[in-house]
Each structure stands twice: as C-alpha cells, then as structure tokens.
C-alpha cells in the first residue's frame, strides 16, 4: 500500500483552471506508473490520465487531450494533473492511484487509491 493524498480541488469559475497535487508516501514513487481518475454519478469512473515511473511518456484520454497535463516530480513523490479551460462536465471527484503499468494507455489496473478531490466547475 501506498499512502496517496490528493489535494487543489475546489470550487472553480468555466474557462479557469486548476492543478490537482498527489503526494505519495514511501520510496517506491519513482518505479511507478501513475494515474488520474475521476467519477461522476453519471459517467461513473473513468481514467483520465496516466504516466510513466520516469514520466517520459503519457496517456490523456481524447475527449480530454489539450485541456488535461498529467506531469510528475519524483524527487517531490508529487504526481500532477493540470487542467484548463475548465467546462462544467469536468465537474467531479479526481482521484490519483499507481498503476501495473502496460499498454498503449500505459496504466493496466490501479492498485491503490487515494480518498480524491473534489472539483465543482460553475458556468
């Protein structure tokens, strides 16, 4: 287990943007993959983003992709998600987990997760 702890959520105007922080614990954050997910009572869960363990390759779901940044610092165990132009179906709980990593999509199944964030866009 990897204690995951995420935090930026809040409540934000359309058209601004937020970064979503993901702080890890433990010495295992460089070797692993990582992932952005959120969930909506109507779309349910959905990963939006992942990560490599270097961070030198990313995945950024298409209906998302130049609005969604998924970034890392392992010298920080800090995994990032920056997301512009905010619209009000972005509205949901954002959650950070690590992943078994493979695939084009590079996050094959989340293995931890983190208790989320939440972020409320009003338009």
């Known amino acids: 287990q990897v204690p995951l702890v995420e935090s930026g959520g809040g409540l934000v105007q359309a058209g601004n943007s937020v970064r979503l922080s993901c702080v890890a614990s433990?010495?295992?954050?460089?070797?692993?993959?990582m992932a952005w997910w959120r969930q909506t009572p109507g779309r349910g869960r959905e990963m939006v983003a992942a990560?490599?363990?270097?961070?030198?390759?990313?995945y950024v779901m298409d209906s998302v992709k130049g609005r969604f940044t998924i970034s890392r610092d392992n010298a920080k165990n800090t995994l990032y998600l920056q997301i512009d132009s905010l619209k009000p179906w972005d509205t949901a709980v954002y959650s950070c987990?690590?992943?078994?990593?493979?695939?084009?999509?590079?996050?094959?199944?989340?293995?931890?997760w983190g208790r989320g964030t939440q972020v409320t866009v009003s338009s």
């Open positions: 433990g010495d295992v954050f460089s070797q692993t993959a």
């Open positions: 987990t690590t992943c078994i990593d493979g695939g084009s999509r590079i996050c094959v199944s989340a293995t931890n």
């Open positions: 990560i490599t363990p270097a961070g030198d390759h990313t």
